[in-house]
């Protein structure tokens, strides 16, 4: 395959890389990285968000992050998610502000307001969009890893724990041109995370291009590795630009197995589902026992609500990788639907 000639203005677009020190309140202590939060309020119906340093800029298709919680808290109430800017509340007045404090955590914010929000909390799994809230996923608690993709281009929103897709939550509204930040709230005592905007290894794989370049050792590998690692920052573009340059040189190799198994995952990432498992379904019928494709095909069965489909897939993923522990998982939270 010719090298794929990609042009983008990803370096030069300023993406979320910390929280917002210069807006943050006298309850949040950030720690010099910008990265770890610790609550101190001692008021539990008190309330504190803070958010990401820049907000999710309007070039990119999708955004994902991670947060890990270093310690729940006295109650395990933080959430995380995305945010607008919001108000200040003030004694009996509201004031517009960067700061980001009230009574509320991510999502709770009112559909009647301007606002729109989303997020995932941890003491009861539920997800919350635009004031509703309702069941989603597991709690979660002290050293687990929680994740938050955002697809502006499908306009959905889905949360990972310790690197499982728990299906999407919520979506954008359709008309949605609006700023949004990472952020995460906190309504426990001593509750404290630290966040990953990219700078080290995501938990949740399907982020990363481990599972596909680990599989080979030469120079294709290692030109695609800086291609795939720039969908993550989720330029639009540059998703758009390489799944034609791969469509273009399947057209020539059909059963081409890395270029199958790239572009299924940049549909999945993209949120492309149908274009996605037909992908990967070729795949598999080109090499059964192909664990990259009965994981991803697995999972979009899920997030389909395929539910059957999704389980015979992990059925035998577990089969080839009895001690997987993503499989394991990922099939238990299947298994309970």
Known sequence: MEYLELTTTFNEVALPTAWDIENNLQSINIDSSGLKVNYTDLDDNKAAI????????SQCGIFYFEIKVINKGKNGMIGVGYC????????????????INNI?????????SELWGCGYHGDDGYSFCSGDGEPYGPTYTTDDIIGCYLNFINKIVFY????VN?????NLPDNWKGILYPCVGFRSQGGSIEVNFGRETFKYSAMNNEDISKRLNNALSLEYQGKIYSIMGGCENVLVNLT???TKSLEKKQNNVFELSCRGKIYFIMGQYDKALEDLTRLL????NNITALKYRGEINYMMKRYNESITDLKKLLTIKPKDTWAMEAYKLVEKL
């Open 50 to 57: 803070i958010r990401a340093n820049h907000p999710i800029p």
């Open 84 to 99: 607008t800017k919001q108000n200040k509340e003030i004694g009996d007045l509201f004031i517009k502000t960067d700061h």
């Open 104 to 112: 509320l955590m991510p999502g709770q914010e009112s559909k009647e």
């Open 160 to 163: 990972t724990k310790n690197g």
């Open 166 to 170: 728990l299906g999407i939550a919520c």
């Open 244 to 246: 034609a340059e791969l």
């Open 285 to 288: 019928e080109i090499e059964p």
